[in-house]
């Protein structure tokens, strides 16, 4: 076999679609430029009247109103956790657990107000710390950096703090450390990741928090609690936890107002909301609807709360408080002051030009910005500016003359307010029209680069398909379309790089990298023409659909047609956003459609009812029968396993009146004790009953016979790996209250079980790649036949087995010697297991790598699991059976119906594993199975979200090569015949055909062009699926829903590329790898047998110069190869088997 060639050229595939992803990707999701400038007091802002006058001390652009202000960030605040409604009886856990505000609202109205705080999506954590320091809105592709924080260059809030010689504080989230480094006059960080701890970094703030106030060292105090959102990811808003969660913050409110000054503010904010399962990081309203609270205890307001509070965006906070302690706004601020806390305590006139004044400022700071940025950037529409700038200037100057009026005393009371009313409405119509222009126009598009992207991944998927067909008409082909591309590329890559060395300019890697990926592929195209001038069409060595009849060309039209026309309606659905969001349902009718319709194509064909004629038919009556039957049944079982899936699903916001199945969350999250350990039975049960059918499996095949460490460790580890999850599942599903005095020896039996299961899984691995060999020989000599067991036909029952074994081997060892001195020339190999050596490699990876994936998950998504491998078995016996039935000719072909079906499951049990393409459904509590504390790094976290994250597409595309093994593993008789008594031998013969898996060696060169036609083919429908993705994002960049849905489609549906393409190199590896570990035991067996046996004259005196086997006989029970070796003089091409050196 060719193994190497083989991977260097699937490699070479997944390198040109990483390089087409990369270049889109490098156009489609750019930040917007962050500008370096900062504002300063001596910023030339200063509106009437105080341009003319000095402003008071500590004071910078407006007079400070306060001296002091502690910031109090409740993560996840959403605003019905705030509000309090006296009239509900019987609230919620999540409900008027706040009263402190309430009672501060109703008892001074002029000193204290609630907000609805409208977050900008994305709503994760860091974009919106981003919002609240800077004014400004994060981009999309900001959100991938949320746990791998960096500083913030732009000039925010906490710098003009510092810069103005103010003291801030932080105690919380460490996020803010990463963000911020060395702002802070004294800080007190806790680890944020850890969303199961719901009270570390509470519990640190609180020791901190009241000595920190009363020291009075400090001028910003900002603390950030995240129990509430840990306790949303761990429980969901709706548990009593969340109860004691908000009634922890409402006593530590009530407790920190008794210790604020007069010249103190106090803001209780939330960053963001939380969905009814507690996630976020959309834009749903429950995602972007939080709470601000406003205090202080001197009057804030000149009026009472109005009866519904006012929603504001989450930058009007920056403004706000910049003037309010007397700083400059930050530079890049696009949010609007909340100008009725600039009232003051005068009549309505003065606290409107008071107002009016704040007003004057913020449009002059976000009108300098946004003629700085467009003369930066130029991606803000020239005509809206304009007309942004024509407000501005009106307003300004409409607000001197109106100051010239007053100083006149030129206006009279009500018509003063009225031109006052109507001057703050015109502030307020440009700060918001300057704000939503900057909204639409930051999403920042490169259509060369994403016109590149899209060029790249259309060309490497045609160079897919093209290789594909290529492989089915030439054995070799890869090696030498390998070799040109690769030259062309590098000679593209010397080229750029001198080119860089030349102009001294930093070489973009990326595009480096795209040219050098179009350079290859434009290689591959040139030589497969030189090569092949004259084939237009990719016919192969089909014959010309002139030569056959009409219904021959409807059959091999539609066989194609089908798988083809199923891809092409999901690609097309791509397209369409009510499609993306109802993907969970598409994909399961799409693969139930794919393989009804393959039914109906064995219909039409006539393979589904029962043969008429003679009986020298492809199977005999009863037999035919029987298969036909069985695919009916297993396609029927796999439309059971299709609907069961559904209730899996994970819910989007697009569909209210969708409810989130109750398998996602923990176990822990059951107030039902008995439902709890009910659940936790079945989930055990079934996970033990998946080591029961994969032992049986590899039992029935032989595999489980021998004493090497691998099949040692499928015997015991299996079990000990089972028993540690059970463990660390009942564990975790405890409740915390209830473990008492055990609470310490339980945070040990967390990280030690899941490692537990880390290790025993990587040695079962290691063993796996040292030694996949799961087969058992044993040596025997006969002289006339093979050893005769003591019972008639195959053995029953275990028992058998135990009782004729040790008979079989004791007649070995009493006719050994006596042959020997015989001289006899004939001797057999009884191999258990050879037959299925290659599917049983890739059930043991499969299987291990499944009990790491289910640990990932919560306890009842393991049904998911199990349902997955069910599935996934059911389509392997409909591809066999499908195939048996339809007379295929070609064994080393897989069909594309096969691999269209089976990444349709792959994208099934994505959603039905608990998942959706946003991020507010990403599983992040994975980072933390395992671990108690924070993580030292971000690799780490971000491999375990991944692979919780694209579960099944790893599972799916380790496990793509049984499409290829599978039926070789369920092989029939091709020429079984109704046989009589009188013909034993005939029947022997037909027996003996059923060699397996090792029919793939005796073509080495078509089992290594099967392995790539089958990667090529899986790259093709990934490519294509991705391909789609990708244009509907670039087509619809503008659309409405782009970032809500088909810009997270298109990085979930890009990663999953990724993690499916390395496994699928994985995969087909661990397949060579089987393959190399049995060509070295064929040579060991060769050997061995030619150091026993001397070269001795046959009967027909002529001298064994080479050893072969003949033939192949597996029994049904216990599969084995009878390897008989003869002196009888043979074809090299024999030996070639054996080493597995080419094909005969």
Not at 405 to 433: C, T
Not at 660 to 671: E, I, Q, R, V
Request: proline letters at 6%.
């Amino acid at each position: 076999m060719q193994r190497w060639p083989v991977l260097l050229f699937l490699a070479w595939v997944c390198l040109l679609f990483f390089a087409g992803i990369g270049l889109f990707m490098s156009g489609f999701l750019l930040t917007r430029i962050e500008l370096a400038s900062s504002s300063s007091c001596s910023d030339p802002l200063l509106p009437p009247p105080w341009e003319r006058q000095s402003l008071p001390p500590g004071s910078c652009w407006a007079p400070q109103r306060f001296s002091k202000a502690v910031l109090v960030i409740i993560d996840a605040l959403r605003f019905e956790f705030a509000r309090f409604n006296p009239a509900k009886a019987s609230p919620l856990p999540y409900e008027n657990k706040l009263s402190f505000l309430h009672h501060l609202t109703t008892s001074q109205p002029r000193h204290a107000r609630l907000y609805r705080f409208r977050a900008d999506p994305p709503t994760a954590t860091m974009q919106r710390i981003k919002g609240l320091t800077t004014g400004s809105l994060p981009t999309f592709i900001d959100v991938g950096s949320n746990f791998a924080t960096y500083a913030i260059q732009e000039d925010n809030l906490l710098a003009q703090l510092v810069q103005n010689g103010r003291r801030v504080v932080f105690m919380g989230d460490d996020t803010w450390e990463g963000l911020f480094p060395e702002k802070f006059f004294r800080s007190y960080f806790f680890p944020s990741f850890n969303v199961k701890d719901l009270h570390t970094v509470d519990d640190g703030i609180l020791q901190h928090l009241y000595p920190t106030v009363d020291s009075g060292e400090w001028d910003m105090l900002i603390a950030h609690f995240l129990g509430v959102d840990h306790c949303g990811h761990k429980h969901g808003p709706d548990h009593p936890e969340m109860a004691k969660k908000l009634t922890q913050m409402n006593e530590m409110l009530r407790s920190l107002v008794d210790h604020l000054g007069n010249d103190t503010l106090l803001l209780v904010a939330g960053d963001h909301g939380m969905t009814e399962t507690g996630d976020h990081g959309g834009e749903s309203e429950k995602e972007v609807n939080a709470a601000l609270f406003v205090y202080s205890r001197t009057p804030l307001f000149a009026t009472g709360p109005p009866e519904e509070p006012e929603a504001i965006p989450q930058v009007n906070l920056v403004p706000t408080v910049a003037l309010l302690l007397g700083v400059p706004i930050p530079y890049s601020n696009i949010g609007e002051v909340m100008a009725e806390l600039f009232s003051g305590d005068g009549d309505t006139a003065s606290a409107a030009l008071q107002q009016l004044s704040v007003y004057h400022i913020n449009a002059k700071q976000v009108d300098r910005f946004l003629q700085s940025y467009s003369l930066v950037a130029q991606d803000l529409p020239a005509e809206q500016l304009q007309h942004l700038q024509e407000l501005f200037s009106s307003a300004v100057e409409e607000h001197t003359q109106l100051l010239d009026q007053v100083q006149g005393a030129a206006l009279v009371p009500p018509e003063l307010e009225s031109k006052l009313g109507s001057l703050i409405s015109r502030f307020q119509l440009y700060l918001r029209e300057a704000r939503a222009v900057c909204t639409q126009s930051w999403a920042r598009f490169n259509s060369l680069r994403m016109v590149g992207g899209c060029t790249l991944i259309a060309a490497s998927c045609l160079l897919c398909y093209m290789a594909a067909e290529l492989a089915a008409s030439s054995d070799s082909f890869y090696r030498s379309c390998l070799l040109y591309p690769l030259l062309w590329g590098l000679v593209v890559a010397v080229l750029l790089g001198l080119a860089h060395v030349f102009t001294q300019e930093g070489p973009d890697l990326l595009l480096v990298s795209s040219c050098t990926a179009a350079a290859s592929q434009l290689g591959f195209f040139w030589h497969w023409w030189g090569r092949h001038p004259k084939r237009g069409l990719l016919v192969g060595s089909q014959p010309p659909l002139a030569n056959i009849g009409l219904r021959q060309r409807l059959r091999a039209w539609l066989g194609l047609a089908f798988p083809m026309g199923i891809l092409l309606f999901r690609c097309g659905a791509m397209f369409s956003d009510s499609f993306v969001v109802a993907e969970a349902r598409v994909a399961p009718f799409l693969l139930a459609s794919l393989v009804m319709l393959l039914v109906g194509k064995l219909h039409w064909d006539g393979r589904l009812t029962v043969p008429e004629g003679p009986k020298q038919q492809v199977l005999g009556f009863s037999s035919y029968r029987r298969e036909m039957w069985y695919l009916l049944c297993l396609v029927a079982m796999l439309l059971v396993c299709v609907r069961l899936s559904g209730f899996f699903h994970q819910c989007r916001e697009e569909i209210p009146q969708c409810r989130p199945s109750l398998f996602l969350s923990p176990l822990a999250s059951l107030k039902n004790t008995r439902a709890k350990n009910l659940f936790y039975l079945l989930c055990v049960a079934l996970l033990a009953g998946l080591v029961y059918a994969v032992r049986s499996w590899l039992r029935h095949y032989g595999n489980l016979n021998s004493s090497d460490p691998l099949v040692l460790f499928v015997r015991w580890g299996f079990p000990l790996v089972v028993l540690c999850i059970a463990c660390y599942w009942a564990v975790v599903s405890s409740a915390d209250d209830s473990l008492g005095k055990l609470q310490e020896l339980v945070q040990v039996a967390v990280v030690a079980f899941p490692w537990a299961v880390y290790g025993l899984a990587s040695v079962g691995l290691l063993l796996l790649l040292c030694n996949p060999m799961t087969v058992f020989a044993k040596d025997t000599w006969e002289s006339a036949g093979s050893i005769v067991t003591p019972y008639l036909g195959v053995p029953s029952s275990e028992v058998d087995f135990l009782h004729v074994i040790p008979q079989i081997y004791k007649r070995i060892q009493e006719s050994q010697k006596s042959r020997l001195e015989q001289g006899s020339c004939r001797a057999t190999i009884a191999a258990y297991g050879l037959g299925s050596v290659y599917s049983a490699a890739l059930v043991i990876a499969l299987t291990l790598l499944g009990f790491l994936l289910m640990l990932l998950h919560s306890e009842r998504l393991s049904l998911a699991f199990l349902l997955l491998f069910l599935e996934a078995f059911v389509l392997l016996h409909i591809h066999t059976r499908a195939r048996g039935l339809a007379g295929d000719a070609e064994p080393f072909s897989v069909p594309w119906y096969a691999v269209i079906s089976w990444l349709l499951a792959a994208s099934q049990f994505f959603y039905s594993t608990g998942h959706q393409p946003i991020f507010p459904a990403i599983h992040w509590n994975a980072a933390f199975v395992g671990f108690h504390l924070d993580h030292s790094t971000n690799l780490l976290p971000a491999v375990l979200v991944g692979a919780n994250t694209f579960a099944s597409h790893i599972l799916f595309a380790v496990g793509c090569p049984l499409l290829l093994l599978w039926p070789f593993v369920c092989e029939m008789p091709r020429l079984q015949k109704k046989k009589s008594k009188k013909e034993p031998r005939e029947e022997l013969q037909e027996v003996e055909e059923h060699m397996m898996e090792m029919r793939l060696r005796e073509s080495p060169e078509k089992f290594s062009t099967a392995l790539l036609q089958l990667g090529l083919k899986y790259l093709f429908v990934l490519g294509a699926q991705l391909l789609a993705c990708v244009c509907a994002a670039m087509i619809l960049r503008r659309h409405l829903m782009v970032w809500k849905v088909f810009a997270p489609k298109f990085l979930f549906e890009s990663l999953g590329f990724v993690v499916s393409s390395i496994c699928l190199l994985l995969g087909i590896s661990l397949v060579m790898r089987v393959d190399c570990a049995v060509s070295t035991w064929f040579s060991q067996l060769q050997l061995r047998r030619t150091l026993l046996q001397e070269p001795k004259k046959c009967s027909s005196g002529e001298t064994p110069a080479r050893a072969g086997y003949l033939a192949a006989a597996f029994l049904t029970a216990v599969p084995t190869v009878q390897l008989q070796w003869s002196a009888r003089c043979h074809r090299a091409c024999a030996e070639t088997v054996i080493h597995g050196k080419g094909a005969c």
